[in-house]
């Protein structure tokens, strides 16, 4: 992560999109960027093996850590099972409830390197009020906190 100062000086942030079974052994040297980092898709994990598993307990870690920022995108990426993404849900919900404060919700539009049928958009965007089940938490996760964030005062 040599090009991270960098990020510091101009007060940006660091966003990730790596698979999974990456996140634990990337754990540390994550929580020694010096400047926010945002995990993007959920972190990639796999719907199917339910919240125990190791790439999701590590993201959760991360995030516990304060430093962290998670997009609740990617529906589509992480289900075992497709539309309307009934098995990916609890885990954006999650996230959502557990930190209202450090979520975003953003689109893969166009969906590039996508496996399997490309998405209903309106499917995804669809998800939103199940995620954040109320008008405060969907106005932090669609308005505050993505000002927040990309207004550079998420460190």
Known sequence: MGFVPRLADINWHLQ???ESTMHPDMEP???RSPVAVVIDHIGRVDAGL???QAQFQSLLRLMQSGKFWVK???CDRITRHGPPYADALPFA??????FP???VWGTDWPHPHH?????EDSQLV???GEMAPSDALRRKLMVDNPRHLYEGRAA
Do not use: N, Q, W, Y
């Open 72 to 74: 609740v995108s990617g």
């Open 126 to 128: 669809d998800l939103i």
């Open 16 to 18: 990730i999109h790596m």
């Open 115 to 119: 496996k399997g049928p490309i998405p």
């Open 93 to 98: 919900r999650k996230l959502v409830m557990e």
């Open 29 to 31: 040297a994550l929580t």
């Open 50 to 52: 339910g919240f125990e």
């Open 101 to 103: 404060d450090r979520v």
